[in-house]
């Protein structure tokens, strides 16, 4: 059974809820228009709607035609980027450098659809939760909607999440069970040494040189210290210290970020940080200092409900159409807090083949793929909360 028909129906409703997100993109935990837009649509569904958690977040409460003790969630991501948008269309951005340039705008929007939908037929058995987040990218929204008692207030058996991938032909999807997107953390070192006149080196201690040896040294983390049957990744994305050519500044401060699947890598990668960067800087009579801060763990998607999430989009897109085995992305994704708190699964679906990439000023999200996202929500409700014949 392929696009439910009465979805593609209101597909140029879709596609207008889409274009006006896309027009009024907000940030992290500002998003007060998109929550509105989001609680009136399910209001005018007749869904019951519960705001506050997380600020803005919104979830939406309905109840299938049949009873029935067990409930599920389904999550979708509101938030934008801080990007300037470079694309022409009528519905770009109106507010200037912010931007849907991750495809938030259609995640909700699919979202939406698919609670319009189940809101008119309600054939399932016991309740459905839609919820949608503030802030996943950077600042965790979910993990504050788990700590504000997301799933204490909305008890469920499993959540589910989906996010459009570009590069992956638009309406296929992909996912695994396991470990499906890596966890995030990261770092600064702040070297310390003794500033000097650069023509007197002697006289100081030069901390430039030391950072480049930590940045060099830091590599060896994942190369040495790490199973080499292990994924992690270790990147120093940033290095600043002085001002000018003649003068050997007293402090040069290194960041980046690190990923990996496991938290016992997560620890290792931490203690590797410590030792290589104070080894370093120890040798070279400099001084760091460290902070290493733990942002999101892995998405790891539950065996059982990783199976039920492929059947449903197979039951969409055609068995042919679905990659049961993803190879695993080092990408992160804050729905890992909702699946550290409940079982449930996390698929890709593509957002087409052409097309810029996530967090590119020129991405946009693909409207074509609207009603299949949609789809692909309402049948796992309706095959989840499957009422007895
Ligand atoms: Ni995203």
Redesign the pocket.
């Known amino acids: 059974m392929p696009i439910v028909n009465r979805i593609a129906d209101f597909h140029k409703d879709l596609t207008a809820w889409r274009h006006e997100l896309h027009a009024h993109p907000e940030t992290a935990f500002e998003e007060k228009r998109t929550s509105e837009f989001v609680a009136k649509r399910l209001q005018e569904f007749g869904i019951e709607v519960h705001r506050g958690l997380a600020g803005t977040g919104v979830v939406g409460t309905l109840r299938g035609n049949a009873p029935g003790p067990r409930a599920i969630a389904l999550r979708a991501?509101m938030d934008a980027l801080h990007i300037h948008e470079q694309n022409g269309v009528d519905y770009a951005s109106q507010n200037a450098g912010r931007m849907h340039a991750?495809?938030?705008d259609g995640?909700t929007t699919m979202l939406l659809g698919a609670a319009r939908y189940l809101a008119e037929t309600r054939n399932f058995a016991g309740t459905v939760h839609f919820v949608f987040q503030p802030a996943?990218?950077n600042e965790g929204g979910g993990r504050v909607m788990v700590e504000d008692g997301l799933f204490e207030k909305f008890p469920v058996e499993a959540v589910f999440g989906m996010?459009n991938w570009p590069g992956m032909q638009a309406g296929k999807f992909a996912l695994r069970a396991g470990p499906m997107m890596a966890s995030f953390d990261i770092f600064e070192i702040i070297v310390t040494g003794k500033g000097t006149h650069a023509a007197l080196p002697h006289l100081g201690i030069d901390p430039v040189v030391a950072a480049a040896q930590i940045a060099t040294g830091l590599q060896t983390i994942t190369s040495r210290s790490l199973a080499p049957l292990d994924s992690a990744v270790v990147s120093v994305t940033q290095i600043h210290g002085g001002d000018t050519w003649n003068v050997i500044p007293d402090e040069v401060v290194l960041r980046g970020t690190t990923r990996s699947f496991k938290p016992e890598l997560q620890d290792a990668i931490e203690a590797g940080i410590r030792r290589v960067a104070e080894g370093v800087a120890t040798a070279m009579g400099a001084s760091v200092k460290i902070r290493y801060e733990r942002r999101y763990p892995a998405t790891v998607n539950t065996a059982a409900e990783a199976e039920t999430a492929a059947t449903t989009a197979s039951e969409v897109v055609g068995e042919g159409n679905v990659d049961r085995d993803l190879t695993p992305t080092m990408g992160s994704?804050d729905f890992a807090f909702m699946l550290q708190a409940k079982p449930g699964a996390y698929v890709f679906i593509g957002n087409g083949k052409n097309g810029a990439g996530?967090h590119n000023a020129h991405y946009d999200f693909n409207d074509e793929i609207l009603p299949v996202g949609a789809s692909y929500w309402a049948r796992l409700v309706e095959r989840v909360l499957a009422k007895r014949a």
């Open positions: 991501d991750c495809g938030h995640h996943e990218e996010h994704e996530l």
